[in-house]
């Protein structure tokens, strides 16, 4: 089924690109011949070296028995994770040569040359021929080359119309779904997992009923079917094309809109694919994402800030927590601090857990309400590395803009601590605004910094000195709905002060 899906979708897809050879990256697994009368062999590319490889989803803190110094001759040493051994057994069955493996193919304790591959990551997931993903929980362990058992119900198809001229349409009975089976896998839910997908250019999925090919063009079962319905986050390239400006660019763009786009398509991967996901090491949260990052500078050609395009930093910082009762459960979920710093306050990244942006909402308000749009004065941050979209030790941003002062009131949902609540006035306590709060802490007295004339963000003094005077940290949002009374909240705005502030 594999083959033929490729050649499949080499010959005759337009979505999809050609087999093509590459460069390859830094070192690649030279898989050996198919009989298997040599060990696998890591080669280094000198810069010269072409080819075509698989890639084997994974994760760069994965332990792996023997690490890259050593060499990989001892591939089918039983101290190797079986998934290792079953990717360089397929490699060579389908006639590839090479296989890259991120815990392998990566100099793990190089750190330098290990920021230099990381930050060509998006390049080496969008040159492999696929990627390999082992979706079931205990892959690493017991591998994916194994007979899976057969779907529970039989696939059938049934005549559902015929119209006058002969054509026919079908449904297809069938469960579960790709959706259901992929996209719930336990796999599914690890941050690695979100850019390797979206800037992969076929999927070769081992789920835990049977094997799956996603490319840009469809999904195919090995029992046949083919055709997912689209119910929420999954893993196939076809539905990560609206997230990649190479790919849903179809010309007709000016420069401009394609910014435009390119944001909207970063701010949709952040809050819908990426943020609800898990990591195992804490410090992997911008450099899960640090690849797509990468992808999405090619259009947006700004700098990156701890997560947040300076270009369109207002819209960047206006980011909250879900508390929408129509969310999935997946999205309703506390934001969890880590005990470690990992980024300012005032980004995304600084949290583990499902956020969301108002995007073309706030973009039509920071248009319509220029007098109360905040201006970012200067911005700045440290990275640990040299991936400018990796890990950073510390960012702070200078922002002028108007700061009131708001009572925080009840919440929307009483048993729910975790919902929005409302922020009423500090005088007459009427009504004012909704406001959420990233983690559950609840002072009586907030600090709200308008960032356009209907939203903004809560603040916190943090501890200051002469050199870095009125210096605050982010604690929530706050947004005017219309179910409030407009003419407060104006009343209100025309109150608050002008203030210059650092935010870190
Ligand atoms: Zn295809």
Redesign the pocket.
């Known amino acids: 089924m594999v083959q033929d ?1 490729l050649l ?3 010959s ?2 337009k ?2 690109s050609p087999l093509e050879s590459t460069l390859l990256p830094s070192f690649a697994i030279n898989v050996g011949p198919l009989d298997g009368s040599r060990e696998p062999l890591l080669v280094e590319n000198d810069g010269t070296l072409l080819g075509s490889y698989l890639l084997l989803g994974w994760s760069s803190n994965t332990t792996v028995g023997e690490k890259l110094q050593r060499g990989v001759e001892k591939m089918f040493s039983p101290r190797q994770p079986q998934t290792l051994k079953d990717a360089v057994i397929l490699t060579r069955r389908l006639g590839q040569q090479y296989l890259w493996v991120d815990a392998l193919c990566i100099l793990q304790d190089d750190n330098e040359a290990k920021q230099e591959e990381i930050s060509r990551m998006s390049q080496i997931y969008k040159n492999s021929v696929f990627t390999i993903q082992a979706a079931s929980s205990n892959a690493v362990a017991q591998g994916f080359l194994h007979t899976r058992k057969a779907p529970s119900i039989p696939p059938c198809k049934l005549l559902f119309s015929r119209d006058t001229e002969g054509h026919e349409t079908y449904v297809y009975a069938r469960l579960p779904t790709y959706t259901k089976v992929v996209g719930d896998a336990p796999t599914n839910s690890r941050a690695w997992i979100f850019q390797e997908s979206v800037l992969a ?2 999927v070769l999925v081992y789920a835990s009923d049977q094997v799956y090919f996603a ?4 999904v195919k079962r090995v029992d046949g079917m083919w055709g997912p319905s689209y119910g929420g986050p999954t893993i196939s ?1 076809r539905h990560y094309r609206n997230l990649r400006p190479d790919l849903f660019n179809q010309g007709g763009l000016s420069a401009s809109e394609m910014r435009e786009e390119t944001l909207a398509a970063w701010y949709t991967g952040i809050s819908l694919f990426y943020t609800y996901r898990s990591i195992t090491d804490s410090r992997d949260r911008l450099p899960a994402v640090s690849a797509f990052a990468a992808e999405a500078y090619m259009v947006i050609g700004a700098r990156y800030l701890a997560g947040i395009w300076e270009v369109d930093m207002i819209n960047g910082l206006l980011w909250r927590r879900h508390t929408s009762p129509q969310a999935k459960a997946w999205q309703r979920r506390p934001l969890n601090k880590p005990e470690a710093y990992r980024a300012p306050s005032w980004s995304w990244a600084a949290y583990d857990g499902p956020i969301s942006f108002s995007l073309q909402w706030q973009r039509a308000i920071v248009k319509e309400n220029s007098a109360y749009n905040a201006k970012i004065l200067h911005a700045a941050s440290t990275l640990s590395g040299s991936d400018m979209y990796g890990e950073v030790l510390d960012a702070s941003i200078i922002i002028k803009g108007y700061l009131g002062l708001a009572v925080a009131g009840a919440r929307d949902c009483p048993n729910n601590t975790y919902s929005s609540i409302m922020l009423k006035t500090t005088d007459a306590q009427q009504p004012l605004c909704r406001a959420t709060l990233d983690i559950d802490h609840q002072p009586i007295m907030l600090i709200c910094l308008l960032l356009n004339g209907r939203a903004g963000i809560l603040l916190k003094v943090a501890p200051s000195n002469e050199e870095t005077p009125d210096t605050y940290t982010r604690i929530g949002h706050f947004t005017f709905v219309s179910s409030f009374k407009l003419d407060v909240f104006e009343d209100w705005r025309t109150k608050c002060e002008v203030r210059t502030v650092r935010l870190i």
């Open positions: 899906s499949d979708c080499f005759n897809h979505s999809c250019s076929r490319c840009r063009q469809s390239p």
